[in-house]
Nanobody, 126 residues
Framework: VQLQASGGGLVQTGGSLRLSCVGSGRTFNMDAMAWFRQAPGQEREFVAAFGWLGGGTYYDDSVKGRFTISRDNAKNSLYLQMNSLKPEDTAVYYC????????????????????WGQGTLVTVSS
């Protein structure tokens, strides 16, 4: 089972990037699917997610109104459209999946993640 993230790169402040994550090995349709990020010297933090069993979308306050999470179950894929990027968005971005063994109208916690992608670096220059 694998998650493969891509789409990172270098962009100027105010620019946009679209991250993609493709799953293989099993389907993730019922999983909670999420994006986390980790800046240098900091802990990995939640960015955005779909809840378990397809329920709800969730965003960290720092990205609300700028980032949009989406998914294509037919392609076993997850996306993150990032607009109005800021230097503080610079980080390695990880896609993640949490198996439908849990419930609750909330995003998955970091300790509930069962599968992590390898990460893709986003650098926003000022």
């Amino acid at each position: 089972v694998q998650l493969q993230a891509s789409g990172g790169g270098l962009v100027q402040t105010g620019g946009s990037l679209r991250l993609s994550c493709v799953g293989s090995g099993r389907t993730f349709n019922m999983d909670a699917m999420a994006w986390f990020r980790q800046a240098p010297g900091q802990e990995r933090e939640f960015v955005a997610a779909f809840g378990w069993l397809g329920g709800g979308t969730y965003y960290d306050d720092s990205v609300k109104g700028r980032f949009t999470i989406s998914r294509d179950n037919a392609k076993n894929s997850l996306y993150l459209q990032m607009n109005s990027l800021k230097p503080e968005d610079t980080a390695v971005y990880y896609c993640a999946a949490s198996a439908p063994l849990r419930n609750g109208a909330r995003p998955p916690r970091r300790d509930e993640i069962d599968y992590w992608g390898q990460g893709t670096l986003v650098t926003v220059s000022s």
